[in-house]
């Protein structure tokens, strides 16, 4: 007898606990009444509202009924007396007790992963009878047929399993009906014919389930739904009763557990898994925000009802979407508060949502935890102790310092594990951060949302790194990314593995334990420090140009309406309302989502975002002007100035030409508007300039024009563009800094995989090189600014660049203006630096990396495309060439040459992604020194973060603080949440 033989008897028995159904036809949409099958067009954001009244007989003593749907998409499935369900692809069929009830059902035409053909159909609804432990015991004997499929053929525990499954299920004599057979394959695994994970299945494939047997999809087809629609008649055989399938199944599981404890002497467990439901929910990825709404609330709902009949434990992090469920169904929150109250529903992360952390500031992190944490511990009493970011692209280095100060004891990811080039060398360690923080992190081993099958447990224990030093490890299992969570299947399953031979002992996790016992492990495990890089999904850093310019000019408007509020609360005594910025902060936090900010969401995702992110950005420059009004005391003679830098600078403003210039300063006409240079402003805080009619130049910036191009000058730089629009002399004194020119190249981007996210390194070897269409112009020529204008054409596309200098500025400024209209491309800006050893620094959040230049290890090769938040340094100590891009996040740095990355075109899962009409802006700045001597972060900052000006009729003068030294940088400066005081963070 073979393994199939097995396999055959298992699904004759499942089919043998079917013990009958009633077809449900009749359902009311808008009181309208529908027969089923029903296919309706819909747009893919369409919620239908179906119902109906069900009769459910009382069921035999060892059975129950069960509604079982098939949807092409998913739904919130509401029964009356029996609870609220999600339906999705690996949840199609819920328990439901004897009487009348009424089912209504809330349907989206998405599928899990959002998948969807401009239509919905509800094709199918039956009442199924029959026997779970029946049924149960078949899954059983598929699982141990799975883990023997696992095992290698040759090994003794193969044939072990082998021996016992023929023993048991060798003298099974069972016959079950096609009708048994029809309604067995139906209730098990039919579902939404959709795509899940790109693969079409008329029956779709679950992982916490064996394949269905062919020969049995083939009979359902043909013969079984003729057979249950009544057209055919059944064969008149002698079919296997309940009563014998029930008497079965009572000896197989005897006879299981006997043999089972038997062979588990001979192959003891090994190791302990912390086993926990969850379900990894993107905020908004291959479906926009509405539909993450309805995932959580679907998936929720199915985990609080599997909670009243199994005992596990659950874990979910992400404030925001407690907050969804609090105001759409408060008796569901209330549910999960007395879980989590409990023990049995652990909240986790302490973040808004799973954030990026490679490309947003420190500050947009730290607010992350902030309105995490403060919301559970407001709405269930207590913070959450386990980080949990298994699927964001990377980790940055200071993670950990947030981490712990945020009240976190652990960190658990996942996504390390997809490098593409080297292996993560550990899953149980301490994780050092910047500033010498440590905190015990694990790996989840295979993937976050694993099935608790016999095969997945026995794998996971396999790939596990660390087995005799740290011999306990997290598992989390269900179904995840588009919703779903735990099954009944998966949860049937424990009870198998807590007696099956050679898989790890299992623990329902629980917070205080786990946590314990990973600090106890963490603290003789290896140390990693520095950051967790991805070798993996580098196209994020750059893609989706509009998402990131909007982030970053969001991120230092919020700062800078917080700052004029504190100043106006301080310095008019009055008391104001902050409610509306931490509203708009939480828009931005969702913006910082690891699948919206990246880039890799689908266009309907973008649509929402823009318009919230238009909106923080419009909302907060009105605080910032109500303020300034108001410390300004009005319209009169004088400019009022908000610096928000803790420092005092010089900045370059615009006032209208009519209003002249500012007493005692340069000033140079440009248009309808002047320039003026004011030298000293007040440290964060505001100060009052008078106005004067006359604008009066001095000297300053030079302009050199030639026939092979133009020089732009001034007594910290020189840049001179070439006649082919390249930057060819970068000099700072009498040393230029380029060895080459400088040039915008496109280069062919069509990765083979997982198109938004990943950028293969061909960009190092071809590539095309973007000369001027015409030749480059001075447009502004002035003592205070002027620039070049340089145009590229390229194919049906258009580059515009400024490229200007300050007379007081050492950076020369780069504004772009680009219509792109092609596809699969990266564009990148190339220099070859004229000094070397080439060292490359990067800022992080609340910090600064180096990252390698060799690129002569694998380790070193595999970072040939790294994100930055707003500036990269390249250097040799003695001289250095900066890079200030708030938007442009991705850099590549080999020996001798970098590049930042300026626009690239994936086409899935959005082939709008970056076509359009953009603007942005970056820096150059050429310096001597290293980043520290050159104080690179703060004149990042004054490059990025913008003056404000208000027409006041008072003269005065208010710094909120002044911060040194250099190296000490400004945060925020706000009122601290409870109102009691202010909060100035440093770092």
């Keep these: ?59 035999n003593p060892s059975t129950e009924w069960f509604l079982k749907l098939v949807l092409s998409g998913n739904a919130l499935v509401e029964i009356s007396g029996s609870g609220k369900w999600g339906y999705d692809e690996a ?16 349907a989206s035409p998405r599928s899990m992963f959002g998948y969807h053909v401009w239509s919905f159909e509800f094709k199918r609804a039956l009442l199924i009878e029959a026997s779970w432990s029946v049924i149960k015991t078949g899954l059983w004997l598929l699982q141990l047929a799975g883990l023997a499929k696992t095992l290698p053929r040759s090994s003794e525990l193969y044939s072990e399993i082998l021996k016992v499954l023929i023993d048991v299920t060798s003298e099974l004599r069972l016959a079950p009906s096609p009708r048994q057979i029809a309604l067995a394959t139906i209730l098990l695994y039919e579902g939404t014919t959709l795509f899940y994970r790109g693969s079409p299945d008329l029956y779709t494939t679950r992982r916490d389930l064996y394949k269905p047997y062919s020969d049995y999809v083939f009979l359902t087809g043909v013969y079984g739904i003729g057979i249950l629609k009544g057209a055919l008649q059944e064969p008149p055989g002698n079919y296997t009763s309940i009563e014998e399938a029930l008497r079965v199944t009572k000896t197989i599981e005897n006879k299981l557990v006997e043999r089972l404890s038997l062979l588990r002497e001979k192959y003891p467990k090994r190791g302990v898994l912390h086993i926990v439901g969850h379900s990894h929910i993107d905020a908004a990825w291959l479906w926009p925000r509405v539909e993450s709404i309805e995932k959580v609330l679907r998936t929720f709902s199915t985990v609080v009802s599997l909670m009243k009949h199994y005992d596990f434990t659950y874990i979910q992090s992400s404030a925001l979407y407690y907050k969804w469920v609090e105001e759409r169904d408060p008796s569901l929150f209330e549910e999960i508060r007395r879980l989590v109250e409990s023990g049995k529903w652990i909240i986790a992360g302490g973040m808004w949502v799973e954030s990026d952390t490679n490309l947003i500031t420190g500050e947009s992190l730290a607010r992350q935890f902030l309105y995490g944490q403060r919301y559970f511990k ?3 009493g207590r913070l959450a102790r386990i980080g949990f970011l298994p699927d964001s692209f990377g980790f940055s280095a200071n993670l950990p310092q947030v981490l712990k100060k945020s009240s976190l004891r652990v960190f658990v990811t996942q ?31 295979s993937s976050y949302e694993e099935p608790l099958t016999l095969s997945s447990l026995y794998r996971h224990w396999e790939k596990y790194k660390d087995k005799k030093r740290a011999p306990e490890l997290i598992y989390t299992y269900g179904y995840s990314d588009g919703g779903g969570g735990p099954t009944r299947e998966m949860l049937s399953y424990v009870e198998l593995a807590e007696i099956s031979p050679a898989v790890p002992t299992l623990r329902h996790l629980r917070e205080d334990e786990y946590v314990n016992t990973l600090e106890k492990m963490a603290s003789a495990a290896p140390v990693y420090t520095g950051e967790m890089y991805l070798e993996f999904h580098r196209g994020t850093y750059t893609t989706n140009l509009l998402i990131k310019e909007l982030v970053a000019r969001s991120e230092r408007l919020l700062v800078t309406a917080e700052l004029a509020l504190s100043l106006l609360e301080l310095y008019m005594g009055k008391e104001e309302s902050w409610s509306v910025l931490k ?22 995702v973008y649509v929402d975002v823009e318009e919230d992110l238009s909106e923080v950005i419009e909302v907060s420059r009105g605080v910032i002007n109500r303020a300034l009004g108001a410390l300004g ?32 300063f340069e000033c140079q006409e440009l248009g309808d508007y002047n320039l003026v240079f004011v030298p000293v402003t007040t440290p964060s805080g505001v100060k009052t300039y008078r106005y004067t009619s006359t604008c009066k130049a001095g000297s300053g910036v030079e302009v050199i024009e030639r026939e092979d191009g133009v020089t732009l000058k001034n007594n910290y730089v020189s840049v001179t563009v070439n006649s082919e629009g390249a930057i060819s002399s970068l000099r700072v004194g009498q040393v230029d800094l380029l060895r080459e020119p400088s040039v915008i190249m496109v280069h062919s981007d069509m990765p083979g995989v997982f198109d938004a996210w990943e950028v293969t390194s061909e960009f190092l070897e071809r590539g095309e090189v973007l000369r001027a269409s015409e030749k480059p112009r001075v447009v502004i020529k002035g ?40 596809k699969s491309t990266l564009v990148k800006h190339w220099f070859k630096t004229s000094f070397a050893p080439l060292r490359a620094f990067y800022e992080v959040p609340f910090g600064v990396v180096e990252r390698p230049t060799r690129m002569v290890t694998p380790w070193e090769r595999a970072r040939f495309e790294v994100p930055a938040v707003s500036w990269a340094d390249f250097t040799s100590g003695d001289l250095g060439l900066a890079v200030i891009a708030p938007s442009r996040h991705g850099y590549s740095a080999q020996r001798d040459r970098f590049s930042l990355s300026l626009l690239r075109s994936p086409t899935f899962p959005n082939p709008w992604s970056d076509i359009g009409e953009y603007e942005f802006t970056y820096y150059l700045y050429p310096h001597r020194g290293d980043y520290e001597v050159a104080e690179v972060p703060r004149v990042a900052l004054e490059a990025t973060m913008d003056v404000y000006t208000s027409q006041a009729s008072i003269e005065t003068e208010f710094s909120l603080i002044a911060v040194q030294p250099p190296r000490i940088l400004l945060s925020a400066f706000k009122k601290s949440e409870d109102g009691n005081g202010y909060v100035a963070r440093l770092y």
């Design 1 to 59: 007898m073979s393994l199939s033989s097995v396999i055959r008897r298992a699904f004759h028995l499942i089919s043998c606990g079917i013990v009958g159904h009633i077809t449900i036809e009749s359902w009311l949409i808008n009181n309208k009444e529908f027969k089923l099958p029903l296919i309706l067009e819909a747009s893919p954001d369409h919620v239908f509202v179906f119902e109906t009244t069900i009769n459910v007989p009382r069921p």
């Design 91 to 106: 949840h199609t069929y819920f328990p439901v007790a004897p009487g009348e009830h009424r089912v209504i059902l809330r």
């Design 378 to 380: 407001e709405k269930f």
């Design 415 to 445: 996504k390390v594990m997809w490098s593409d080039t080297t292996e993560f060398p550990y899953h149980t360690f301490k994780w050092r951060g910047l500033d010498g923080t440590e905190i015990p992190v694990q790996v989840i081993v």
């Design 583 to 604: 509203s708009l902060w939480e828009k931005l936090l969702f913006a910082e989502f690891h699948d919206v900010l990246p880039g890799s969401s689908i266009r309907e």
């Design 633 to 664: 005391g009005g319209a009169g003679d004088y400019l009022l100035v908000l610096n928000p830098l803790p420092w005092s600078r010089g900045v370059l403003i615009r006032i209208p030409a009519e209003r002249g210039s500012l007493e005692n």
């Design 783 to 822: 003592t205070l600014l002027s620039c070049v204008e340089v145009v590229r054409e390229y194919s049906a596309s258009r580059i515009k660049q400024l490229i200007c200098i300050e007379k007081n500025s050492p950076l020369i400024r780069i504004n772009n203006y680009v219509v792109w209209r092609e």
